[in-house]
């Protein structure tokens, strides 16, 4: 139990107030500084199991007639959780890293691409941290193609591969992803020397980019977020 005391209290208030994950109390504090998730606007939410982030998102939307939308995507099938969420909300079982871009913009409010994108996703974590670290980069560099396009990964200093990319270079869509302009996108990662590329790469087509470890994070975790703001 030692070290577990915050990780006690956030466990016993996602309980009290009907979150099924503790990890809600990690994007309500970003919502909280950030102002990610505005009034009506289409959230897709990038490995959503168990659903906190599905029902932090839907009362970010404010009341129905303000529409919106919350889309979650997870390789397990998810369950739209009955309390914090309604009718807006669905979620999809894919992989995430497997998903053509289009057909996740079709998931989007007549196809024309997110407001917010959240990922949340994180590798089986086999305790070996160099292999976790490079694992977490892959997700988040596919959660960073989904948002802004292939076009951005050609950095100088980059050594991701290419080869997916290039393939889908004939498309009259290729290098354009499905975050909306003024967009925001958050992207979970494991801390390594690797990570820092994140926000070089994020800078100049964002009008800002944070790193940010949330309050409701584990002592032991090494997880850290990168908040992109307002997509250029």
Known sequence: M???????????????????????????QMQKQYKLIKPGASVLDLGCAPGAWLQVACQSLGPMKNGGMVVGVDLKKVKVPSLHCDTRVRTVCADVMNLPKEQARLLSPKGKGFSVILSDMCPLVSGITTKDAALSVELGMRALDLAVGGTVLSHPDSDIDQEELSDSSTSKSAGNGILQPGGNLVIKLLESEDVQEFSQICKPRFRKASWLRPKATRSSSREIYLICQDLW
């Open 2 to 28: 030692s070290g577990l005391g915050t990780a006690d209290f956030f466990y016993r208030e996602a309980q009290r107030l009907g979150y099924v994950a503790r990890s809600a109390f990690k994007l309500l």
